[in-house]
């Protein structure tokens, strides 16, 4: 399975509702990749740009893709990110492959 990196900032209403009524959001949205054929591998809240990370497998693009925009569609969200990841040995596999095409830049 591929694995993404997604990265959430709440608006500022969801945080009201947050801070009025605490809760962990990842066991919400565990049942949700679950039931998608993902896993949720870690969570963490975070300060900065974004407020909570997830690592999480997927079946494939489409379905992160799925859940993306499922969680964007329910409004508590101002900003989302999803990244694809890639192991160290599919890096170098696609550094490898990178080697044997014979790119050449403009003005070569």
């Given at each position: 399975?591929?694995?993404f990196?997604?990265?959430?900032?709440?608006?500022?209403?969801?945080?009201?509702?947050?801070?009025k009524?605490?809760?962990?959001?990842?066991?919400?949205?565990?049942?949700?990749?679950?039931?998608?054929?993902?896993?949720?591998?870690?969570?963490?809240m975070?300060?900065?740009?974004?407020?909570?990370?997830?690592?999480?497998?997927m079946?494939?693009?489409?379905?992160?893709a799925?859940?993306?925009?499922?969680?964007?569609?329910?409004?508590?969200?101002?900003a989302?990110?999803?990244?694809?990841?890639m192991?160290?040995?599919?890096?170098?596999?696609?550094?490898k492959?990178?080697?044997?095409?014979?790119?050449?830049?403009?003005?070569?």
């Amino acid at each position: 399975m591929a694995h993404f990196m997604l990265q959430i900032a709440y608006t500022p209403e969801a945080w009201a509702a947050l801070v009025k009524k605490p809760h962990n959001r990842f066991d919400a949205v565990r049942s949700v990749v679950e039931r998608m054929g993902g896993r949720i591998e870690g969570g963490w809240m975070c300060f900065g740009e974004y407020d909570g990370v997830l690592i999480v497998e997927m079946p494939d693009n489409i379905t992160a893709a799925a859940f993306s925009m499922a969680a964007v569609a329910g409004g508590a969200l101002k900003a989302s990110k999803t990244t694809p990841l890639m192991t160290f040995d599919e890096g170098v596999q696609a550094m490898k492959q990178a080697a044997e095409a014979g790119y050449q830049p403009p003005g070569s």
